[in-house]
């Protein structure tokens, strides 16, 4: 790396990268970013340690993003990262609830089912995200969509109940139709939707299989 003094470099260059790259790498080299980004976004339990060199504090939302995008970790670490994730926003945070959405995502990207988020966790997010005003929580609409998104395997499935309650919530709304049809049934996302619950583009001439 190299103008370390810039911010931006950090912030826009560093982290972006990371999460652009991170879906071919192997669950260890995921862990170590996990961890290079842990003393940063992890709330201070008491007095909080001093910060370790490397990677520096710019750029907390792209680092954010690169964090939740890691889906080689264990459940039990995504359950972690959940509660930093909700530790920076309260209901009336201007930061979009979208990461969280993306963290319990009941149907990974490219990760293994195994390593999906437990269903009493994510349903806890999702009571969360009912809790708030939409209007006024940017993402808490597609974040509780993409948690409470249909898979059809029992094992990885919200509650039937609390997965009504969301797909109610997105058409009293007005979130985007698909959303809630997701939610009620198993169905592939087109381009568009992809992109909104994966947060990233792919280059020109490549698509996912």
Do not use: C, F
């Not at 750029?59 to 509660?83: I, N, P, Q, T, Y």
């Not at 806890?124 to 929580?137: F, N, P, Q, T």
């Not at 997965?163 to 058409?171: D, F, H, K, S, T």
């Amino acid at each position: 790396m190299q103008h370390t003094a810039d911010a931006h470099n950090w912030s826009a260059e560093w982290w972006i990268l990371w999460r652009r790259v991170a879906g071919g790498l192997a669950a260890e080299a995921q862990r170590v970013l996990l961890e290079t980004a842990r003393p940063w976004l992890e709330p201070p339990k008491t007095r909080s340690p001093p910060k370790p060199k490397g990677p520096k504090a710019e750029g907390h939302l792209e680092m954010e993003r690169m964090v939740v995008s890691l889906e080689r970790v264990s459940a039990a670490e995504k359950a972690d990262v959940g509660d930093w994730v909700i530790a920076r926003r309260n209901a009336d945070s201007p930061l979009s609830w979208w990461p969280l959405g993306r963290l319990g995502t009941r149907q990974p990207l490219y990760g293994s089912a195994h390593d999906v988020v437990a269903p009493d966790v994510a349903g806890g997010w999702v009571e969360r995200l009912l809790a708030l005003d939409w209007r006024k929580s940017e993402g808490a609409g597609l974040a509780a969509a993409m948690i409470a998104r249909v898979t059809g395997d029992r094992e990885r499935d919200l509650d039937e109940a609390l997965r009504g309650r969301v797909a109610e919530r997105l058409v009293r709304s007005g979130g985007a139709s698909g959303w809630a049809r997701m939610v009620r049934e198993v169905v592939a996302l087109d381009a568009q939707e992809e992109t909104q619950v994966y947060g990233d583009t792919l280059p020109p001439g490549l698509k996912l299989d």
